[in-house]
């Protein structure tokens, strides 16, 4: 059973950046086909993809959040980490780290998100 643990501030001030951290229970954070990745949940809304680092050390973001978002790693911690510049109240939701399995065969492909974390609060408010 795979644990993920979010951590960091739960009240960030607008223009700042937001920096959380996921810590992963076990030594699978290089493994080929899982993309760990952070998704949020705005109050009253539904879920939102943000990004992903791969077992590769690869990136992908969402497009509406690129230009503020980085995701990095540190292998020797087993952790990965989300950096959203800029933010504003909009950005204020539950951020979630999550374990994406994705895996193809020729045409062929599969993914789940199988673990997540609990989830932690951030508000953006002055």
């Known amino acids: 059973q795979v644990q993920l643990q979010e951590s960091g501030p739960g009240l960030v001030k607008p223009s700042q950046t937001l920096s959380l951290t996921c810590t992963v229970s076990e030594n699978s954070i290089t493994t080929n086909y899982y993309y760990w990745s952070w998704i949020r949940q705005p109050p009253g809304k539904g879920l939102e993809w943000i990004g992903y680092?791969?077992?590769?050390?690869?990136?992908y973001y969402s497009p509406s959040l690129k230009s503020r978002t980085s995701i990095s790693r540190d292998t020797s911690k087993n952790q990965f980490t989300l950096q959203l510049t800029s933010v504003t109240p909009e950005d204020t939701a539950v951020y979630f780290c999550a374990r994406l399995y994705y895996f193809c065969s020729g045409t062929r492909c599969y993914g789940e998100y199988k673990y997540w974390g609990q989830g932690t609060q951030v508000t953006v408010s002055s």
């Open positions: 680092i791969g077992g590769s050390g690869s990136t």
